[in-house]
Each structure stands twice: as C-alpha cells, then as structure tokens.
C-alpha cells in the first residue's frame, strides 16, 4: 500500500493482558516513530527506530513497554500487563530520511481500551 | 524539558476569515517546524513544513517563523467549514546522530458557516 498501515485498528484487553500493536511503514523509510496519543492531547513521543536499530527509546513510560523491528521494516510496540493508563490511540510514523526536514507520515492508528 | 505550546482553543472563525494559529517552543536548537490537521478520530495529516525564518505559502496556507522569538504559526485565508479540525504544531531537532519530532496538544479551530 502507499501508506503507513497499522493494525489492528482497535484493541480491547483486560488489565494485566498483553497487548501487540503492527505498524508496516511506507515502503524503503528509514525512520519509524511510536506515539502515544491520549484524548484531547497531542501525540507524545515514545521510540524512534532508523532502520532496525532503535536509536531513542526515552519516551516509553515504563519497562512494560518494548517495540522492535528487527529487519528494519514493519514494527511492532508490544505493552505487557496492560494498565487503565495504557488506554490510549498508539500511533505509527515513517519518514524517507534522517534529514531535520523530513515530514512524518502517519498510520491511522490503534485505539487501545484496557478494561 | 522541551516544550511546544498552543492555545487549546476552541479558535472560532467565521467562514471566509482568516484563522489564525499559533504556537511556541522552548529550544532554540529547534531545526525545523511542522504544522498537522488532525480530524476528530482521524491520524494527523501533513498541511506544511517551515525551516528557515519568514513566510512560506501553500495555496489557502501561510506559515511564518521568528526563530528569535520561537514562534511560528499557520494562517488559513477564507477559512472553510471543512478546515474545522486540531491544528497540532510540532518541532524537530536533531541531537547526537537522533533526531525527535515534539508536538503540542493542538488548537481545535472551528469555522462557523
């Protein structure tokens, strides 16, 4: 596809659940980021992988929180031991380069709902 | 901390007005600048990307930057009831071979037909 495809698009879990979130990024971009956005708020950063090495991981809000992306394409954000606060829309971005410049292009995001 | 500030709004313009939107950021290393529209339930989209200070135009869209005063905003002439939306600004800088994108928690702008 030509855009940043995330799925699943919704996600219900029950606290203590461990949840896994895919984003397959647009084809042949370097730079993937994980954001994490709550209701009414903007999105706040989590990770930031350049192709499969994770250069920034100073977002994740705790040790429950893990993502890779071992071939330096499609990755994954995984949170075990879901939490209330863990409800949130996770969003994924790729972008063509390292470059400052470089605008970020987003997935439609997964609606995470912990009961 | 790095910080990215916008008014939350709601910013109500009427139709055909110019809607204003502002935001500032606390780092002067900041490289480049970013300007989201984000629907409700929807992912953000790209309207436009600034870098270097002035004016920089794209159709309806005028985005300005005053590094010295670190701040930067989009205007959108004869505003439409479809540009009702959260206008979200964001900032990248670049620091020891990473780089990061910081967004601020956007100005919801409604235009009242």
């Known amino acids: 596809g030509a855009g940043v495809s995330q799925s699943p698009r919704y996600k219900v879990a029950k606290r203590g659940q461990d949840v896994a979130l895919r984003c397959d990024p647009i084809?042949?971009?370097?730079?993937l980021f994980w954001y994490q956005q709550a209701l009414g708020q903007g999105p706040e950063f989590l990770t930031y992988f350049q192709n499969e090495a994770q250069l920034d991981k100073s977002g994740l809000p705790s040790d429950r929180f893990f993502a890779e992306r071992p071939e330096g394409s499609v990755s994954t954000l995984k949170i075990q031991r879901t939490q209330q606060e863990d409800s949130a829309v996770y969003l994924c971005?790729?972008?063509?380069?390292?470059?400052?410049?470089?605008?970020?292009?987003f997935g439609n995001g997964t609606r995470l709902t912990v009961t | 901390q790095k910080e990215v500030e916008q008014n939350s709004g709601p910013l109500s313009v009427p139709e055909g007005a110019i809607a204003s939107l502002n935001c500032t950021y606390s780092?002067?290393?900041?490289?480049?600048f970013f300007w989201y529209r984000q629907y409700s339930g929807k992912s953000p989209e790209l309207i436009m990307f600034i870098y270097s200070n002035g004016d920089k135009e794209d159709g309806r869209f005028t985005a300005q930057l005053n590094k010295a005063s670190q701040y930067v905003s989009l205007l959108i002439r004869d505003s439409q009831p479809s540009d009702s939306a959260t206008y979200l600004c964001?900032?990248?800088?670049?620091?020891?071979?990473?780089?990061?994108?910081?967004f601020g928690t956007g100005t919801r702008l409604k235009v009242l037909a």
């Open positions: 971005a790729s972008s063509p380069g390292q470059s400052y410049n470089s605008p970020l292009h």
């Open positions: 780092d002067r290393g900041s490289q480049s």
């Open positions: 964001a900032v990248n800088w670049a620091t020891s071979g990473t780089y990061k994108y910081i």
């Open positions: 084809s042949g971009h370097v730079s």
